[in-house]
C-alpha cells in the first residue's frame, strides 16, 4: 500500500466538488445570518479584511478566494494552516492565479496570530471543522484571540461537529477513532451545549443551524460587547 500524507488523505475529500460547493453555500448563509444577530454585512467596506483559518488545501483556499474576490476585489486576504504542504500549495495557487489580489498566506499555529495580525484589523474570520483540533484549554485561548482579531462589528463563521443527541456522540466516537486510524490526527470531541457554553464564556453572541453533514452545524458568531 503506498504511504500517504494527511494532507493528501483529507484533500481527497475536501477538493472534491461536492465539498467545495457545500462551503460555498455555508459561507452564504454565514453572511445571511448576520440580521439575526443585528449585525450589517460589512463585505464591501474599502478596507474588507478576511481571514481562513485552517486551508485544507488548494481548492479551499480557491473557493474562499473567489467567494471574497467576487464580492470585493480589494479585500484583504489572509490564509494560515499549520501544514507545509496546504501553505506551498495555497501560494503556488496565489502567485498563478489570484496574483493581483491583495492576499497574503502564511505558515503558522493559529494560536499565534497575534504575532502576525493586529488588534481589531479583521472583518470576517472562517474555518471549518478546525475547532475539534484543539483542547480545551487551547480552543478557549483560540477564541480570546479570534476576539481580539475582530473588528467591532467583524464575524465569524464556522461548521463544527456539535452532537445533540446519543445517535450524534456514536458518530462522534466513529469520526474520532477513523481521524485517529486513518489521518493519524487527535480529535477532541465537543457536544453542542459545551460549543454554546464556550461561545459563550469567550464574549460571542451566535446563531446555529444543522447542514447537510450529519452532526456539523454551522455557526455566525459576533462580539457580544461592542
Same mark, same amino acid.
Given at each position: ?8 488523505k483529507?484533500?481527497m475529500i475536501?477538493g472534491?466538488?461536492?465539498? @467545495?460547493r ?6 452564504a ?5 448576520l440580521?439575526?444577530?443585528k449585525r ?5 467596506q474599502s478596507d474588507?479584511?478576511? %481571514?481562513?483559518c485552517?486551508?485544507g488545501?488548494?481548492?479551499?483556499a480557491?473557493?474562499?478566494?473567489? /467567494?471574497?474576490t467576487?464580492?470585493n ?13 496546504q501553505?506551498?500549495?495555497?501560494k503556488k495557487?496565489v ?8 492576499i497574503?498566506?502564511q @505558515?503558522m499555529?493559529a494560536?499565534?496570530?497575534?504575532t ?15 475547532l475539534?483540533? /484543539?483542547?480545551?484549554? @487551547?480552543?478557549q485561548?483560540l477564541l ?6 475582530l473588528?467591532?462589528?467583524?464575524y465569524?463563521?464556522i ?6 443527541n ?8 466513529l469520526r474520532?477513532?477513523m481521524a485517529?486510524?486513518w489521518?493519524g490526527?487527535?480529535?477532541y470531541?465537543?457536544? %453542542?451545549?459545551d ?10 453572541? /451566535?446563531?446555529t443551524f ?5 452532526? /456539523? ?7 457580544s460587547?461592542?
Amino acid at each position: 500500500m503506498i504511504a500517504m500524507s494527511y494532507y493528501t488523505k483529507w484533500g481527497m475529500i475536501i477538493g472534491s466538488p461536492i465539498f @467545495q460547493r457545500f462551503l460555498r453555500e455555508n459561507y452564504a448563509k454565514g453572511l445571511s445570518d448576520l440580521h439575526l444577530l443585528k449585525r450589517e454585512n460589512p463585505f464591501f467596506q474599502s478596507d474588507f479584511s478576511s %481571514l481562513l483559518c485552517g486551508v485544507g488545501n488548494a481548492e479551499t483556499a480557491r473557493s474562499f478566494i473567489e /467567494f471574497v474576490t467576487n464580492r470585493n476585489p480589494n479585500a484583504h486576504i489572509f490564509i494560515i494552516d499549520l501544514g507545509t504542504e496546504q501553505i506551498d500549495a495555497v501560494k503556488k495557487l496565489v502567485k498563478h492565479n489570484f496574483g493581483k489580489y491583495d492576499i497574503k498566506a502564511q @505558515q503558522m499555529n493559529a494560536l499565534d496570530l497575534t504575532t502576525w495580525l493586529k488588534r481589531s484589523s479583521l472583518d470576517w474570520i472562517e474555518t471549518d471543522g478546525f475547532l475539534e483540533f /484543539f483542547s480545551p484549554p @487551547q480552543l478557549q485561548k483560540l477564541l480570546k484571540i479570534w476576539h481580539t482579531l475582530l473588528k467591532k462589528d467583524g464575524y465569524i463563521t464556522i461548521r463544527e461537529p456539535a452532537s445533540d443527541n446519543i445517535w450524534e456522540s456514536v458518530i462522534d466516537v466513529l469520526r474520532v477513532w477513523m481521524a485517529k486510524w486513518w489521518l493519524g490526527v487527535r480529535l477532541y470531541v465537543y457536544s %453542542l451545549t459545551d460549543l454554546k457554553r464556550i461561545f459563550h464564556d469567550s464574549g460571542f453572541l /451566535f446563531k446555529t443551524f444543522p447542514t447537510k453533514v450529519p452532526t /456539523f452545524r454551522r455557526f455566525t458568531l459576533v462580539k457580544s460587547v461592542l
